[in-house]
Nanobody, 124 residues
């Protein structure tokens, strides 16, 4: 019922910057929180940053001071500005949204949705 489409990944040298975007579409009633997770090769998926509709944000300790999450509520879009990138930031980044949506019968459903992932590679 909700689709998340990410963009903005790529290859960058250490110290560089990238900006990820994720747009939500579909039968959206409301989105409470949107955020980013990442999964490095051989590692578990971990939370990177999240932002609620009320404006609160939180970050993983490893990215505090380097990454900034922001939302455009009118566009149902979340961004992740990544600065001072390090090789250890290399991972597939996934967008996440906790949303209330409706199905084709008009029934409400609250659940987490995930994007397809966008790869970020930071070379040393």
């Amino acid at each position: 019922q909700v689709q998340l489409v990410e963009s903005g990944g790529g290859l960058v040298q250490a110290g560089g910057s990238l900006r990820l975007s994720c747009a939500a579409s579909g039968r959206i009633v409301s989105i409470n929180a949107m955020g980013w997770y990442r999964q490095a090769p051989g590692a578990q998926r971990e939370s990177v940053a999240a932002a609620t509709t009320s404006g609160s944000t939180n970050y993983a300790d490893s990215v505090k001071g380097r990454f900034t999450i922001s939302r455009d509520l009118a566009k149902n879009t979340v961004y992740l500005q990544m600065d001072s990138l390090k090789p250890e930031d290399t991972a597939v980044y996934y967008c996440n949204a906790h949303a209330i949506s409706t199905d084709y019968l008009g029934r409400f459903e609250a659940r987490d949705y995930w994007g397809q992932g966008t790869r970020v590679t930071v070379s040393s």
